[in-house]
């Protein structure tokens, strides 16, 4: 997947991750910000990765874990600061549920402060559905 308006791009291509500054993104997250390296590389090598580049620089990152049959879920999505309000969330999210492999799969994400931006795309909140088990240290 590719897109492009001539100042971003968002990509699938692997090959153009920062692992370092998806390691940045991350320990500013409220929901990643104990992950370690190893584990962060290990999450992408299993997961479709959405890039968010600006002049070739990282600026964004999004991954979608998926069977590619009946689901997907959304996770790690981050834009830097330093871009925000410019509507890349947006388009990250757009590309993310309109890309071809996710077609007709029923998408689920977990977040505390994005409802709006999601529901946007069709998400709605589910509170009697789900249910976690936290992972417990190996």
């Not at 500054?21 to 090598?45: D, M, P, V």
Request: neutral net charge; proline residues 1%; aromatic residues 12%.
């Amino acid at each position: 997947m590719e897109w492009t308006d001539g100042t971003y791009r968002i990509s699938t291509d692997k090959s153009l991750l920062s692992i370092d500054r998806i390691c940045e993104f991350l320990a500013q997250s409220y929901w990643a910000n104990q992950r370690t390296r190893e584990k962060i590389e290990l999450s992408i090598q299993n997961s479709i990765c959405y890039g968010v580049y600006r002049d070739g620089q990282q600026i964004g990152f999004a991954r979608a874990v998926t069977d590619l049959a009946t689901f997907f879920w959304i996770g790690d999505v981050y834009i830097d600061e330093a871009f925000r309000g410019q509507g890349l969330g947006k388009k990250l999210i757009q590309c993310i549920v309109e890309s071809a492999e996710l077609q007709g799969l029923t998408g689920v994400l977990a977040t505390n402060d994005a409802h709006g931006l999601y529901e946007q795309y069709g998400f709605v909140k589910d509170p009697v559905r789900y249910m976690r088990r936290q992972a417990r240290p190996v």
